[in-house]
């Protein structure tokens, strides 16, 4: 009887380590799934910046065009 008493405690302080072995994993990952989320996302603020700012460069090259060649006629 108190080999099966044993069997079963030292098979629940088992399994639980086990668990607590795989949530720390888990949550390592989570946190570095966590940081590549965050690069990625201020990456693409960067590029929304830049191709923001090449767009008012066209704006202004396209209006000193025209006037440049109002300016000519």
């Known amino acids: 009887m108190t080999y099966y008493i044993l069997s079963f405690i ?7 380590l086990i668990m607590l072995i795989k949530i ?14 965050e690069k990625t996302s201020l990456g693409a603020d960067d590029s929304e910046l830049q191709v923001k700012t090449l767009e008012n460069k066209i704006k202004t090259l396209e209006s000193a065009l025209e006037k440049s ?5």
């Not at 030292?10 to 639980?16: A, E, H, K, T």
């Not at 720390?24 to 989320?37: H, V």
């Not at 060649?69 to 006629?73: E, N, Q």
């Open 10 to 16: 030292s098979g629940l302080v088992l399994g639980l």
């Open 24 to 37: 720390n994993s888990l949550k390592k990952e989570q946190n570095l799934l966590k940081r590549k989320y």
């Open 69 to 73: 060649l109002k300016d000519k006629h």
